[in-house]
């Protein structure tokens, strides 16, 4: 199986996709496998989102929120400081609406909702002491397309898996990949909360490395003008292409 850093490495090899831009914002398509800003252990070497953009536009940029390092899709970032204490605000109170698409193992129902705190990593190491300060976090789910192809796995003779779109509210840490992986049904190609036998199954019959996993739109009112926006992106070419193989041919 190829090294995580050879599919960061591809995937900067064109410039990062600006997907909206104004006066105020710019929001972009971040590749699976870069980090959105540096942190303390991040790499001398290793390609940061925040910086290439700086360098790709001339201009400073501030971050407003972040993606885990493994999902692709967008992320907004502001112009000037004010705006982004104002955008940031507008996520911590949750006026702006997330939404994701993910492919996972196995048939979910049509929709599902989890209501299940979770814990800060940071208290990870206290927790069974049982004065650990769990946060709320709700996420809903919505299955559009169920799969099932003639894959062996797991002592059955086919593999299934489900296509959802995701709203989570807050935004935890590992939101939505703890909850999915709660529910028995973790994401394709997550190698922290997934199933490992499932991912090397998939990358053995796809070529697929990547946790499949979009952020593909945003909604929210903007910062100075308060009109409505609206960003969609695509799932990604690696997530499409997995799709397209799950996909019967005579669809």
Known sequence: MKDSSDFVVESLRQPIQIVYQDDDIVAVF???GVIVHRGPSTGKEEPVLLQILRDQLEQFLYPVHRLDRPTAGIVLM???SQVASKLGE??????VHKHYQA????HMPSECKVDRP????????ER???EHPLQAAITHFRCLR???VPWPASGFATSRFSLLEIRPEYGR???IRRHLNCLGHPIIGDHRHGDHRWNQMFYQRTGIYRMLLTAMRLDFRHPTTQEPVSILVGRGQAFDEAIELLTPSND
Not at 103 to 106: A, T
Not at 118 to 124: D, N
């Open 78 to 80: 502001a112009k000037s």
């Open 128 to 130: 069974f002491s049982g």
């Open 103 to 106: 492919l996972v193992r196995g």
């Open 90 to 95: 507008m996520f911590m109170s949750q006026q």
């Open 30 to 32: 971040k590749p699976a």
């Open 146 to 148: 169920h799969y099932e």
């Open 173 to 175: 840490w590992h939101q």
């Open 118 to 125: 979770l814990l800060h990593p940071k208290y990870f190491e």
